[in-house]
């Protein structure tokens, strides 16, 4: 058995009136993110830990966001590819850990719908996907309200 693990990274700027996706969730909030695609930042962060596992690049590179095919894609389409090309590569999945840091809103009470609609686009249990949420007490950016940062660990496995 070989396994790997991939770290990623990612962040979005927030305004007011665009929608709030985490995790493949939309979030009630009076801000979003300014992005290409939905804007999903912990699903981008999820994509880039699982290509970095195996040296395959980046989320930008995959998808670029100079492309009009990548336009206000739902992320969740953008992680299935991310999961196919893995197991193209004879991996699977077998943990995610996310690290949400953003200030407002709370989002304890949509963490539980995350980490179900997330495993099964990992092809894993629920109790192998952790969702954490954290403020940044507010200091920088995120606590000042202005964007949204997530990290994000996977173990991938060839049996």
Same mark, same amino acid.
């Given at each position: 058995?070989?396994?790997?693990?991939?770290?990623g990274? #990612?962040?979005?700027a %927030?305004?007011?009136?665009l929608p709030?996706?985490?995790? *493949?969730?939309p979030?009630p909030?009076?801000t979003?993110?300014?992005a290409?695609?939905?804007g999903?930042v !912990?699903?981008?962060a999820?994509c880039? !830990? /699982?290509?970095?596992? /195996? $040296?395959?690049g #980046?989320?930008g590179? @995959?998808f +670029? #966001?100079?492309?009009?095919?990548? &336009?206000?894609? #739902?992320s &969740?389409? /953008? @992680?299935?590819?991310v999961?196919? @090309?893995i *197991?193209k590569q004879g991996?699977?999945v *077998?943990?995610?850990?996310?690290?949400i $840091? @953003?200030?407002?809103? &709370?989002l304890? +009470?949509?963490?539980?719908k995350?980490?179900k609609? %997330?495993? +099964?686009?990992?092809g894993v +249990?629920?109790? !192998?996907?952790?969702?954490k949420?954290?403020?940044t007490?507010?200091?920088?950016?995120v606590?000042?309200?202005e964007?949204c940062?997530?990290?994000?660990s996977?173990l991938?496995? &060839?049996?």
């Amino acid at each position: 058995m070989e396994i790997r693990i991939g770290n990623g990274y #990612d962040v979005h700027a %927030l305004a007011e009136g665009l929608p709030m996706w985490l995790g *493949g969730v939309p979030i009630p909030s009076e801000t979003g993110f300014v992005a290409h695609s939905d804007g999903d930042v !912990a699903i981008h962060a999820l994509c880039d !830990a /699982l290509l970095g596992a /195996l $040296a395959l690049g #980046d989320i930008g590179h @995959l998808f +670029p #966001d100079t492309s009009d095919e990548w &336009k206000g894609i #739902d992320s &969740k389409i /953008l @992680l299935e590819k991310v999961v196919a @090309l893995i *197991g193209k590569q004879g991996y699977r999945v *077998g943990n995610a850990d996310v690290t949400i $840091a @953003l200030q407002r809103p &709370k989002l304890a +009470p949509h963490i539980g719908k995350m980490r179900k609609t %997330l495993a +099964p686009i990992l092809g894993v +249990p629920v109790d !192998a996907v952790s969702v954490k949420a954290t403020t940044t007490e507010r200091l920088g950016f995120v606590g000042r309200g202005e964007g949204c940062e997530v990290w994000a660990s996977v173990l991938v496995i &060839k049996p």
